[in-house]
């Protein structure tokens, strides 16, 4: 008795289906994704602008933008964003603000249990942090001040860009530091 070629087809298309659910049942468990718990408390915290509003002139309203993104990756969750402010500040004060901007993650870091892997820069070409924070490792960047003479900010002051930029990325199977 010969196989009805019918009976092959479907048992082809029923294996193919099998299999790709199979696949993708299999791949989508190594998928990780972005949740509140893949975010270091460092992230839900950080916030410069308390850090840069003793600098400012209080005759300016300063501008401020920040955005997070997050997406889900094999093996790791992502978190990464920025902080930009318009702010008018004297200039004499630029490198005391890049310091204190700098001064202020490393408090924030080591305050919520982070580990600092490497630390680099300067007041006029900018800072990077590396850090290992429980289960994430992550870097921010501190970006020199883009200074601009501006007819809008008070007299005696410059317009000054602060820009900071971050990204986190979670391991589930990284061991948190006890």
């Known amino acids: 008795m010969r196989p009805r070629p019918a009976l092959i087809v479907l048992w082809m298309?029923?294996?193919?289906?099998?299999?790709v659910l199979f696949l993708r049942a299999f791949l989508n468990r190594h998928t990780v994704y972005p949740t509140p718990e893949t975010e270091?408390?460092?992230?839900?915290?950080?916030?410069?602008?308390?850090?840069?509003?003793?600098?400012?002139?209080?005759?300016?309203?300063?501008?401020?933008?920040?955005?997070?993104?997050?997406e889900a990756g094999k093996g790791f969750a992502t978190h990464q964003g920025a902080f930009q402010?318009?702010?008018?500040?004297?200039?004499?004060?630029?490198?005391?603000l890049m310091t204190a901007l700098s001064d202020d993650v490393s408090t924030q870091l080591l305050r919520d249990g982070a580990q600092i892997l490497s630390e680099s820069g300067d007041p006029r070409g900018g800072f990077h942090f590396d850090y290992k924070l429980g289960k994430s490792y992550g870097a921010v960047t501190i970006s020199p001040l883009k200074i601009y003479r501006s007819?809008?900010?008070?007299?005696?002051?410059?317009?000054?860009?602060?820009?900071?930029?971050?990204?986190?990325?979670?391991?589930?199977?990284?061991?948190?530091?006890a």
């Open 85 to 96: 402010g318009k702010v008018a500040i004297r200039p004499e004060k630029g490198m005391s």
């Open 13 to 19: 298309l029923l294996l193919s289906v099998g299999l």
């Open 40 to 70: 270091s408390a460092f992230l839900k915290n950080y916030a410069p602008r308390s850090v840069v509003a003793p600098f400012e002139s209080k005759q300016f309203n300063s501008q401020w933008w920040d955005h997070e993104t997050a």
């Open 151 to 177: 007819p809008t900010v008070p007299e005696g002051c410059v317009q000054a860009v602060v820009d900071i930029a971050f990204i986190e990325k979670w391991f589930p199977k990284l061991k948190s530091r």
